[in-house]
């Protein structure tokens, strides 16, 4: 599992991927996002708008973010 400290109140699942390096670019976090590899605390997440905040999870295939 890996942490990623976030240092506002909540962040966008597309921003949260960059962010916290499991993706390189906007354009391939928006493609994982629309493929349906992405999931929040459990529930496959298909909005990259999705507003994230401290203690929620993302998983992409079996690496997991936690965000504090």
């Known amino acids: ?5 976030i240092y506002t109140d909540t ?3 597309n921003q ?3 962010w916290s390096r499991a993706v390189s670019s906007g ?10 590899l992405v ?6 997440a298909t ?3 999705k507003k994230l905040k401290r203690g929620d ?3 992409i295939d ?3 973010y936690i965000l504090k």
């Open 47 to 49: 909005q990259r708008g």
């Open 16 to 18: 949260f991927l960059k």
């Open 11 to 13: 962040i966008k699942l």
């Open 1 to 5: 599992m890996n942490e990623v400290k």
């Open 39 to 44: 999931k929040v605390n459990g529930l496959i």
């Open 57 to 59: 999870r993302v998983t």
């Open 27 to 36: 354009a391939e976090a928006n493609a994982l996002i629309r493929s349906g």
């Open 62 to 64: 079996d690496e997991e």
